[in-house]
């Protein structure tokens, strides 16, 4: 089973910056697709952004469509979430995940995943 890694969290204002990133052990078809999603307290995990490794294409929540960017890195095994005009309702645990499946009809739903890191905290003050 792939591992998962995620770096880059932080605590931020209004209106910043933060990169995470999602190192795999390995890009085989166990990552399919990578995920990140989000879960804040009392809340349920909701899909971010998703990319599929082999084309590169991309799938954002509406929540965040225009501010936040996923891409991937293959020679290093790496996808990122660049967040841009963060607000504090984006603040949560960013968890990345992988997928085996070839094709993903929802990439956004989290049970299609089957392999998680341990998330890294997201906090946005105003």
């Known amino acids: 089973q792939v591992q998962l890694v995620e770096s880059g969290g932080g605590s931020v204002q209004a209106g910043g910056s933060l990169r995470l990133s999602c190192a795999a052990s390995?890009?085989?078809?166990?990552?399919?697709?990578i995920g990140w999603f989000r879960q804040a307290p009392g809340k349920e995990r909701e899909g971010v952004a998703a990319?599929?490794?082999?084309?590169?294409?991309?799938y954002y929540a509406d929540s965040v469509k225009g501010r936040f960017t996923i891409s991937q890195d293959v020679a290093k095994n790496t996808a990122y979430l660049q967040m841009n005009s963060l607000k504090p309702e984006d603040t949560a645990m960013y968890y990345c995940?992988?997928?085996?499946?070839?094709?993903?009809?929802?990439?956004?739903?989290?049970?299609?995943?089957?392999?998680w890191g341990q998330g890294t905290q997201v906090t946005v003050s105003s």
């Open positions: 990319i599929y490794t082999f084309s590169g294409r991309t």
């Open positions: 995940a992988a997928a085996r499946s070839a094709y993903l009809s929802l990439p956004l739903h989290f049970p299609n995943y089957n392999s």
């Open positions: 390995t890009y085989t078809t166990d990552t399919n697709y």
